[in-house]
């Protein structure tokens, strides 16, 4: 008995001798708290790293992991049918993918179609201007800075993507999607805006 009732007081005196020591070790409370909160922020901090891993990776790769509301495919044939007529881009997709089918069998040559992004101010110049760098450039003037986004000009039967960050349409801007072939405008054009 007097031996557990020695444990007890000296229990209580280490209690008493690390009490005021761990108040004196840094404003109350907060070391104590403070631990178990760092081992919970530990493993959310060591997936954060990961996540933007993967975000690095699909800037480069091909688009495959954009979110299917951060996508859409326009569909375009021999007849210069372009389908949708409008684009709503959500702000809150940091991309934004427009997979180009062609449904068509005509070549290229003689019925190529693309997709290419400006804003509406400069949308005649750089037609004007992928006019005269030709079929061999996909009719959009290299390095073209008017140019937002296009793809490659494609043939019948073929499809093709491009990816875009919407941080460079503003919601109050203008903007068209359109094919560059010559003549193909007419028909084959549309709008597309920055929503919430
Ligand atoms: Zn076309």
Redesign the pocket.
Known sequence: MKIYLGLIAAATLVMTACAPDASKTAAPAAPASAAPAASEAAPAASEAPAASATAEASATAPAADVPAECSITIT?DDA?K?EPKEIAVKSSCKQYQIVLKHVGKMPKAA????VVITATANKDAVLKDGSEAGLDKDYVKPGDTNVIAHTK?IGGGEETSVTFDTSKLTKDGAYEYF???P??YAQ?HGTIKLVD
């Open positions: 375009s210069m372009f019925m190529g179609h693309n000009l094919c560059s072939f003549g193909h084959m």
